[in-house]
């Protein structure tokens, strides 16, 4: 018994990691593979979704509960900039030995998090008809993903507490017991997901459920390890209130990176109404598609957010040299695991479609989409670990500017010059995809190359 309750304690000791001294590379692979995994986790939660849906409840429900992503990704995406933000300034402020100032820092961010969960939710369930309108989502899908949509906003609380918490352990380079919570709560929603649609015939709205209630117990752990912790970041509930000078600081970074991450995903509900042109079979494909475009995506975002911890504790202390060392070393890393990944889902194509849905015009499509994407997705490293390494800087402006220049400004003028002036079919319309990227990537490296970005810490 004795040992059982050392063993808990130990597991809610401190783990933070200080990334100003030792192995650069070591650090950054030691920090990116718990968080790769974690986010693998995360990733089963729409995928598992999807999968079951695909499997035991009909194409329509497989369509719907795909293709919501982008409404979703609007609203969690604004709150992941201000977390993005949070964790910088926390970053900053760890690598500058200014406890005070962390701790500031948490209970300003928890704070914050209350009361936007509260405005989230309110917004998701009284936005998600007409947000479905805009996308053009088909009537025999929209019963479908409205009703899943306004589920998941019910419950959007959890997943917003668990990410703050999250971030705000990795800012201080603990990235493993975020992953053993996602762990637990992804083999829970697998559980509840299967009990729920199988065993009580509960078709979308189960899986709406099986993820927020698995999405609120990964939030209460992450919770209950900051309320225990013995270090910085420990959460007393007496100093929960709004520092507003520390505020100051998460808005300087985090609204940038919130504004573009929701502008970006508001651009994508229109995108999406592009492919849903193109019925519930290309949606289908589109929807198989996107969820192995985010396992794609997986490893070089984990690096990113590890660049953007290095960078942030690093530029604390004012080592802009190691600092751009690890920008060399994230970049690397990335790109050489994005190749490796490449290779099998090209010529895995057609199988890894059909994990998700059998029907073979869905393969049809699910596999081109693959194929003719997959070669780009190199270009996505660079944009996506020099935007972070800007970020761990204090530098979320230009990412911001570059990012919503690319992926708003640029895509939406492409998309409506194919259509409309050249040829209104599904590959030039998917192609807007890469092209964006191709852009993004060019400029940030023109930024990241020319331009004095070390000088944007918001520490002093």
Request: net charge positive; proline share 3%; hydrophobic share 50%.
């Amino acid at each position: 018994m004795g040992k059982g309750v050392a063993n808990i304690r130990k597991f809610f000791s401190r783990r933070d990691v200080d990334m100003t001294r030792g192995n650069v590379y070591g650090l950054l692979i030691e920090f990116a593979v718990p968080l790769l995994l974690g986010n693998l986790f995360q990733q089963l939660y729409n995928t598992v979704d999807t999968w079951v849906v695909g499997n035991y409840v009909g194409k329509e429900a497989f369509s719907a509960v795909g293709t919501v992503n982008p409404i979703i990704n609007m609203l969690i995406g604004f709150f992941m900039g201000l977390s993005v933000g949070a964790g910088v300034v926390i970053s900053q402020y760890y690598g500058a030995k200014q406890h005070d100032k962390v701790s500031d820092t948490v209970h300003t961010a928890l704070v914050m998090t209350a009361v936007l969960g509260v405005v989230f939710t309110a917004i998701g369930v009284s936005m998600t008809p007409l947000m479905l309108h805009f996308m053009k989502t088909p009537p025999e899908v929209l019963p479908e993903a409205k009703r899943y949509l306004t589920i998941y906003f019910s419950g959007i609380f959890g997943l917003m507490l668990y990410n703050i918490g999250a971030g705000i352990l990795r800012a201080v380079g603990d990235s493993q017991r975020p992953f053993y919570f996602l762990v637990l709560s992804a083999s829970l929603n697998i559980v509840l997901d299967l009990l729920f649609v199988l065993a009580f015939h509960m078709g979308v709205a189960g899986v709406a459920y099986a993820t927020i209630l698995s999405q609120g117990i990964s939030a209460l752990l992450v919770l209950l390890v900051l309320l225990r912790a013995d270090n910085c970041c420990r959460v007393q509930v007496r100093k929960l209130r709004m520092h507003w000078d520390v505020l100051k600081k998460i808005v300087k970074v985090g609204i940038p990176a919130a504004v573009q991450m929701a502008i970006t995903s508001f651009s994508n509900v229109f995108v999406q109404s592009y492919i849903n042109y193109f019925g519930a079979d290309c949606m289908g494909g589109w929807t198989a598609y996107t969820k192995i475009d985010a396992f794609l995506f997986l490893p070089m975002q984990s690096v990113a957010m590890g660049a953007t911890t290095f960078v942030g504790q690093n530029l604390g202390v004012n080592d802009v040299q190691r600092a751009r060392q690890g920008v060399s070393a994230a970049l690397r890393i990335s790109a050489l695991i994005t190749v490796a990944l490449m290779v099998p889902v090209v010529a895995f194509a057609p199988h890894l479609v059909r994990f998700f849905n059998d029907t073979p015009e869905v393969i049809e499509f699910g596999t081109l989409f693959l194929r003719m994407m997959s070669p780009f997705y190199v270009l996505c490293c660079v944009n996506q670990i020099l935007a972070g390494s800007l970020r761990g800087a204090g530098d979320s402006r230009t990412p911001m500017i570059i990012m919503l220049g690319s992926f708003v400004v640029f895509r939406q003028i492409y998309l409506f010059l194919i259509t409309h002036f050249v040829s209104n079919t599904i590959v030039p319309v998917a192609l807007g995809y890469p092209a964006g990227w191709l852009v993004c990537s060019t400029a940030t490296y023109l930024y990241f190359r020319f331009a004095h970005w070390e000088k944007h810490r918001v520490v002093e």
